[in-house]
C-alpha cells in the first residue's frame, strides 16, 4: 500500500514538471507578423499622441519609452524604435525582425505609402498602394534602419 502511495505522489511531480515545461516553451514561440505589426502600429499611436501632447517644433530626436503615453494595455515594446522632427513621426525596426511584418502592416495601414519596408533611405510600400511607394525617409532613420526593416511615417501630427 505504501509503495502506491509513492507512486502516486511520483506520478504527479512528473506531470507537474512536465507541464511546467510545456508552459515555458509556449513563452518562448515567437508572435506571429500580425501580432508584432498591431504592437508596432500600437506603438506609433502612443509616440503621435506623445508628440501632439507635447508640441515642439524644434525637437529633432527619438522619444524614450518611458515618456510614452499609455495606449489601452500597451507595454513600450524594446524593439521598436521612433525618430520625431517636428510634427513628423517616424518608427522603425532597427532590425528586421523575425518574422518579417511588412505585409501585415501595410494590411493595418491600409496600403498608405508611408508604411512598408526601408529600402535605400525611402519607403517601399505595397504595390496595391492608390499611390507610388518611395517616400523619403529622414537621413537619421535611413542610417538606424537596414533595408527590409518595417516602418511607417506620420507628417504633421499637431
Known sequence: MYQAFVFVILCGLVLA???????????AVEPSASAL?????VYRTAVIRYV?????????????NANLPAVGVYVPNPRWSNYVNGSTVVVYAPSVPVPNFVGPLEEIAQDSVFAGAVYNGTVVASPT???????ALPAAVTSAAPNGAPVWEALDVF
Request: proline share 11%; net charge negative.
Open 17 to 27: 514538471a512536465t507541464s511546467r515545461v510545456d508552459e515555458q516553451r509556449a513563452a
Open 37 to 41: 505589426a498591431q504592437d508596432f502600429s
Open 52 to 64: 501632439q501632447t507635447h508640441p515642439d517644433p524644434g525637437f529633432a530626436g527619438s522619444v524614450p
Open 129 to 135: 498602394a492608390t499611390m507610388p511607394s518611395g517616400v
